[in-house]
């Protein structure tokens, strides 16, 4: 069974700090890895998405990698912004029982202080 | 106006009502899926449907049942409310790329508040 965990659980960091936010899976056959902002009381907003064949995806201040081989993916957010505190969420896609699902860490919230 | 929509945003309810989320979506996406939410256990899939035909059980479908009504809409169903059944809800949508990736990129729905006393 395909678990994925996000370490730490919470992160606090002063304002325009770089930052890791990290996240690992029990099973390679994934085929794509994504993550997810959530800001309280709402929901998820996809921030980006790695293919099984990529290494790594950036948009803007953010940059993802993937790791296959070691179960590995890493969240790096350069210049951290208040704005930026929410909760970090990874997800891996996965075929399970012949059908395709996503599976989710239980998230890392960040906050930045000014 | 929000792609994915859910109503109602917040419920509370008895144990033993009947209670049906709804979900609808203008992306014109054929996949769509129900989450719960619960704190310390993250986001676990309820049901999904890959199209109208289409219905699968997800890891958490015990006491809920699904209608996929149309492409554009998705229910989600509670016959008898149980007070652990209390969670946030999320509705998703997403659809296959046509370039022999699987993009699976997910777009949610700003959630579901039930409460059941």
């Known amino acids: 069974k395909q678990e994925v965990t996000q370490i730490p659980a919470a992160l606090s960091v002063p304002e325009g700090e770089n930052l890791v936010l990290n996240c690992s899976f029990t099973?390679?056959?994934?085929?794509?890895l994504q993550w997810f902002r959530q800001d309280p009381g709402k929901g998820l907003t996809s921030l980006l998405l790695?293919?099984?064949?990529?290494r790594e995806q950036t948009s803007g201040r953010l940059n993802a990698s993937l790791d296959k081989s070691s179960g590995r993916s890493t969240l790096y957010i350069a210049a951290s912004q208040p704005g930026d505190s929410a909760t970090y969420l990874c997800?891996?896609?996965?075929?399970?029982?012949?059908?395709?699902?996503?599976?989710f860490g239980k998230g890392t919230k960040l906050t930045v202080n000014p | 106006d929000a792609d994915v929509t859910q109503t109602p945003r917040n419920r509370i309810t008895k144990t033993g009502k009947r209670i049906m989320l709804e979900c609808s979506q203008t992306?014109?996406?054929?996949?769509m899926y129900w989450y719960r939410q619960d704190p310390g256990l993250g986001l676990r899939l309820i049901y999904y449907?890959?199209?109208?035909?289409?219905?699968n059980k997800g890891e958490i479908s015990d006491g809920y049942s699904v209608s996929r009504q149309a492409q554009a809409k998705f229910s989600l169903s509670l016959e008898s409310a149980i007070p652990n059944q209390t969670a946030l809800y999320f509705c998703?949508?997403?659809?296959?790329?046509?370039?022999?990736?699987?993009?699976?990129?997910?777009?949610f729905g700003p959630g579901t508040r039930l409460t059941v006393l």
């Open positions: 998703a949508t997403s659809d296959l790329a046509g370039t022999g990736y699987k993009t699976d990129t997910q777009y």
């Open positions: 099973d390679s056959a994934i085929y794509n």
């Open positions: 790695i293919q099984s064949s990529q």
């Open positions: 997800a891996g896609s996965i075929t399970q029982g012949g059908s395709e699902k996503l599976v």
């Open positions: 992306k014109g996406h054929d996949r």
């Open positions: 449907s890959f199209d109208v035909k289409d219905i």
